[in-house]
């Protein structure tokens, strides 16, 4: 075996280093106080094991020490699961066993069972001559176990995104305020890893089945490249979340959940109503920091109901709710005050930022708050 690393796979070295490096500082006891954290430890190790064993294979290790091929194989199956594991971790604050998450080891231990039945329980000489036939290339080890972990990987992937989705409608719900506890970033680094599980599927049709092998090399670097960029934004997520934790709250987006109430339609009109009159007497959009719950206390009802009443009878969650206000107020004084900046605006009506009130503003008007003054103002 040549121990000198060819040179495209360097950038796998880099990306095993840092992967173990980076699981190295999560193991520092400020760091791994979170669930969140602990989990991605085990994320890092696996992307570890993944580099290594890429690396292993490059530099014709099958041949040269067959005794450890495939040790890591089985271990690989579970990167998605702890991704996963990880978001469930970040939108609930905790991660309790159940029994349950057993299942999520089904694959692994198959892919276990698996090569104990056709490598592992082979002979060193047995193992060098099932290299050697090419039965790695047979359509069931090149083809359909690839193809098949990762569509399992995507399987995860996907309902990771969906189960930030859901967190991000109840965050809409029970904030007013989002700017800084908003989970677009966890979702797109989780869209870039269902890309790169996308791109291996691309490589082994496009070299087991197509034979293109200098498209499929093509493809695999721009793979090795989205593996190190994404090490360091799981390590960002990591440090960020240290010091800003998503809030953990009750489960208010799902419309089914409202089956069961017991209010009334004539009591949910009468719940919205009162709470247009807090929002418009008391001006309570004023405040940068409000909550469903603070808004429901102040109004002596139950933050499931006044929910309900807000969703049902105005169509809008909770943030858009409040939002609203804050806009109609921001149109008057951009108006009202006409030298007045932006920033000045965005505070008066209740926006904690530019940058959101901006946001806010374009997508409900269709233009800045400047094109706005200035439009109305030449008319």
Request: hydrophobic content about 50%; overall charge neutral.
């Amino acid at each position: 075996m040549d121990l000198a690393v060819p040179f495209r796979e360097l950038i796998n070295v880099v990306t095993l280093a840092q992967a173990l490096i980076f699981a190295g500082i999560l193991l520092a006891n400020r760091f791994r106080e979170t669930w969140a954290n602990r989990i991605l430890i085990f994320s890092f190790i696996i992307i570890a094991s993944v580099k290594i064993d890429q690396i292993y294979q490059m530099m014709d290790g099958l041949q040269a020490f067959p005794s450890v091929a495939f040790i890591f194989t089985p271990v690989q199956w579970l990167l998605t699961p702890s991704l996963y594991f990880f978001v469930v971790a970040k939108v609930r604050g905790e991660l309790a066993f159940k029994r349950v998450y057993l299942w999520h080891l089904v694959p692994a231990a198959a892919s276990l069972a698996y090569l104990s039945a056709t490598y592992f329980s082979l002979s060193i000489d047995d193992k060098v001559a099932y290299i050697a036939s090419g039965a790695l290339r047979e359509p069931m080890n090149a083809l359909v176990i690839p193809i098949a972990s990762d569509f399992i990987q995507l399987g995860y992937l996907i309902a990771a995104l969906r189960l930030l989705t859901a967190y991000g409608v109840t965050l809409r719900n029970w904030f007013s305020r989002i700017d800084d506890i908003d989970v677009l970033w966890i979702r797109r680094v989780l869209t870039i890893w269902v890309a790169a599980f996308l791109g291996h599927l691309l490589f082994t049709i496009t070299v087991r089945v197509f034979e293109w092998y200098q498209f499929g090399l093509a493809v695999l670097d721009l793979l090795n490249v989205m593996h190190l960029l994404l090490v360091n934004a799981l390590m960002i997520l990591a440090v960020v979340g240290h010091f800003a934790s998503l809030p953990a709250v009750a489960n208010v987006e799902r419309r089914e959940k409202y089956a069961g109430s017991d209010q009334t339609c004539e009591e949910r009109q009468t719940l919205f109503s009162r709470a247009q009159q807090e929002m418009l007497s008391n001006a309570r959009y004023l405040e940068m920091d409000l909550t469903l719950g603070e808004l429901a206390a102040s109004m002596a009802a139950t933050p499931r109901d006044l929910s309900e009443a807000i969703n049902a009878e105005g169509g809008v969650s909770f943030y858009d709710f409040v939002n609203g206000y804050r806009l109609e107020a921001a149109r008057r004084l951009l108006l009202d005050d006409r030298d007045a900046r932006i920033l000045s605006i965005a505070h008066r009506a209740g926006f904690n930022s530019k940058s959101t009130f901006n946001k806010v503003f374009k997508s409900t008007t269709g233009q800045t708050p400047s094109q706005f003054r200035k439009s109305h103002l030449s008319a």
